[in-house]
């Protein structure tokens, strides 16, 4: 059974850094997509960033380019989402997610992940 364990997250004043690891077990973690999303309250769970199976591609939405970076680390069966320039509607639960389905294609649809971690809280103050 593929098991996510997010962590990394917490309360940072507006500017600050935060950074999130996704650790993934129960099979061979270079075969697997991975993305992160974020869900505000009220709000629909969205597409942060993704990195493909190589971590040669990685996806971003608009909103974190430039201050978020994705990366990961194959030999740890870890996925980090590196947060800098935090803005208060950065505030959300963080999710990272992950796939085998797909080559080195990176999906931005939660219906395209199987596989989901429980989440982590980002709270960014203003």
């Known amino acids: 059974q593929v098991q996510l364990v997010e962590s990394g997250g917490g309360l940072v004043q507006a500017g600050g850094s935060l950074r999130l690891s996704c650790v993934v077990s129960?099979?061979?973690?270079?075969?697997?997509?991975v993305g992160w999303f974020r869900q505000a309250l009220g709000k629909e769970r969205e597409f942060v960033q993704g990195?493909?199976?190589?971590?040669?591609?990685?996806s971003n939405a608009d909103s974190v380019k430039g201050r978020f970076t994705i990366s990961r680390d194959n030999a740890k069966n870890t996925v980090f989402l590196q947060m800098n320039s935090l803005k208060p509607e950065d505030t959300a639960v963080y999710y990272c997610a992950a796939d085998r389905r797909y080559d080195d294609f990176i999906s931005r649809s939660t219906k395209a992940y199987d596989y989901w971690g429980q989440g982590t809280q980002v709270t960014v103050s203003s």
């Open positions: 129960g099979d061979i973690f270079s075969r697997y997509m």
């Open positions: 990195i493909s199976r190589s971590g040669r591609s990685t």
